[in-house]
């Protein structure tokens, strides 16, 4: 059974840094691409980062160029999203999802999510 | 960027009524590259359909996909009481894939 689940989420102060994880398992990690996409409060789904399964390839929402940096541990089963100047606009519940470049599907299993707020 | 607009921004149905949800691309979008997602409130969202009409797996078959260029059409021929949620189409490849996606209620 594929699982993803992302940790790592919480409060932080604007300007503040914080580290997402998302465990994998139940499918060959490796071999995908991967997506991290957020949904603010009561809005609807902002596609965020993507990183090929070599991590070769990856690619980021204008809106977080610059500040945030996705990255993979394929050893470990692992996802990453290091996020820097954190901003209130930031606050969202963050997926990670397994990208299905067959499907053309950004994802085709994700996690339950994690919660970041920024706020002073 | 090619935009995908949803429309209408909410559905109020009955169950067992048919719902006809929209996505209109600002450019012509390649069908292979259009999908569609189920979100539940507190809920992650679920892939329904790629391919433009091509059902995801343990997808009931009340749930069907359908066009082609800019226009297509999520279709659920019989709403069922766990139907009523938020849909939205994506396309693959984009910085903006999403739809703001359509909130289907109950009437």
């Known amino acids: 059974e594929v699982q993803l689940v992302e940790s790592g989420g919480g409060l932080v102060q604007p300007g503040g840094s914080l580290r997402l994880s998302c465990a994998a398992s139940?499918?060959?990690?490796?071999?995908?691409?991967m997506n991290w996409v957020r949904q603010a409060p009561g809005k609807g789904l902002e596609w965020v980062s993507y990183i090929s399964s070599s991590s070769s390839t990856i690619y980021y929402a204008d809106s977080v160029k610059g500040r945030f940096t996705i990255s993979r541990d394929n050893a470990k089963n692992s996802l990453y999203l290091q996020m820097n100047s954190l901003r209130d606009e930031d606050t969202a519940v963050y997926y990670c999802a397994r990208d299905h470049v067959e499907m053309a599907t950004i994802g085709d299993y994700w996690g339950l999510g994690t919660l970041v707020t920024v706020s002073s | 960027e090619i935009v995908l607009t949803q429309s209408p921004g909410t559905l109020s149905l009955s169950p067992g009524e048919r719902a006809t949800l929209s996505c209109r691309a600002s450019q012509s979008v390649s069908s292979s590259y259009l999908a569609w997602y189920q979100q539940k409130p507190g809920q992650a969202p679920r892939l329904l359909i790629y391919g433009a009409s091509s059902r995801a797996t343990g997808i009931p078959d009340r749930f069907s996909g359908s066009g082609s260029g800019t226009d297509f059409t999520l279709t659920i021929s019989r709403l069922e009481p766990e139907d009523f949620a938020v849909y939205y189409c994506q396309q693959y490849g984009s910085s903006l894939p999403f739809g703001q996606g359509t909130r289907l209620e109950i009437k």
């Open positions: 139940g499918f060959t990690f490796s071999s995908y691409s």
